[in-house]
C-alpha cells in the first residue's frame, strides 16, 4: 500500500532528486511534497470521474432550506434536482431530498496504479521547477504527464462494460 510519501519520493527521483522519508524533513523538497501532495492530487480527482473515487449521496434539506454537501465531495458529477445551483459546500435545488453522484477525496492507500503514475508525473512537473531551476524540464515533464493522463483515463473508461443503447430514433429509423 502507497503513501504520501511514497508518491512524492516517485515524483522526486523522476527529477533526479533524492526522496524524501517524511514530510517533517528540514529539505526543500520535503517542504514542498507537503504544501503541494494534496491541492494536486485534489485537481487531479477532481479533473475525471474516476471510478475509484465516485461515491452517490442522498441528501435531504437543512434548516436553511438548501443541501449540505458532504466535506470529501470535490465535484458533483450528477443530481437527481434536474435544475440546481452549487455555491460554496451547499446545494439549492427545488426538491424535499436529492440523490449525487460526487467525486470524492479519496486515500493515497485506494489509488490505482495508473492514477498513482499520473499524480507521479503531476507532481514532478510541479516539483521540477522549484528545486532543478530547469524550465526545459518543465515543458518535458509537462509532456509526459499529459501522455500519463491520457492513459489513465483511457484505462479508467474501459473498467466497465460499455452500455447499451436501449432507444434511439436513428436506429429505430434504420431498421
Known amino acids: 500500500?502507497?503513501?504520501?510519501?511514497?508518491?512524492?519520493s516517485m515524483a522526486l527521483m523522476k527529477i533526479?532528486?533524492?526522496?524524501?522519508?517524511?514530510?517533517?524533513?528540514?529539505?526543500?523538497?520535503?517542504?514542498?511534497?507537503?504544501?503541494?501532495f494534496d491541492p494536486v492530487a485534489d485537481a487531479l480527482l477532481s479533473c475525471h470521474p474516476w471510478?475509484?473515487?465516485t461515491a452517490a449521496f442522498d441528501l435531504a434539506k437543512t434548516e436553511g432550506g438548501?443541501?449540505?454537501?458532504?466535506t470529501e465531495v470535490l465535484r458533483v458529477i450528477s443530481c437527481s434536482a434536474g435544475?440546481?445551483?452549487?455555491?460554496?459546500n451547499r446545494i439549492k435545488a427545488d426538491a424535499p431530498a436529492?440523490?449525487?453522484s460526487a467525486i470524492i477525496r479519496t486515500g493515497p492507500e485506494i489509488y490505482p496504479t495508473f492514477f498513482v503514475s499520473t499524480l507521479a508525473a503531476k507532481l514532478a512537473t510541479e516539483f521540477c521547477v522549484p528545486l532543478t531551476g530547469n524550465q526545459n524540464a518543465f515543458a518535458t515533464f509537462s509532456a509526459v504527464f499529459n501522455s500519463e493522463l491520457r492513459a489513465?483515463?483511457?484505462i479508467d473508461s474501459?473498467?466497465?462494460?460499455?452500455s447499451d443503447i436501449q432507444e434511439f430514433s436513428l436506429i429505430r429509423t434504420r431498421y
Open 1 to 8: 500500500m502507497l503513501t504520501k510519501i511514497d508518491i512524492c
Open 16 to 36: 533526479g532528486e533524492k526522496p524524501i522519508q517524511s514530510f517533517n524533513e528540514d529539505s526543500a523538497a520535503a517542504q514542498l511534497a507537503r504544501t503541494l
Open 51 to 53: 471510478r475509484f473515487a
Open 66 to 70: 438548501d443541501f449540505l454537501l458532504p
Open 83 to 88: 435544475r440546481y445551483e452549487i455555491n460554496g
Open 98 to 100: 436529492i440523490s449525487l
Open 152 to 154: 489513465a483515463r483511457f
Open 158 to 162: 474501459t473498467m466497465a462494460s460499455a
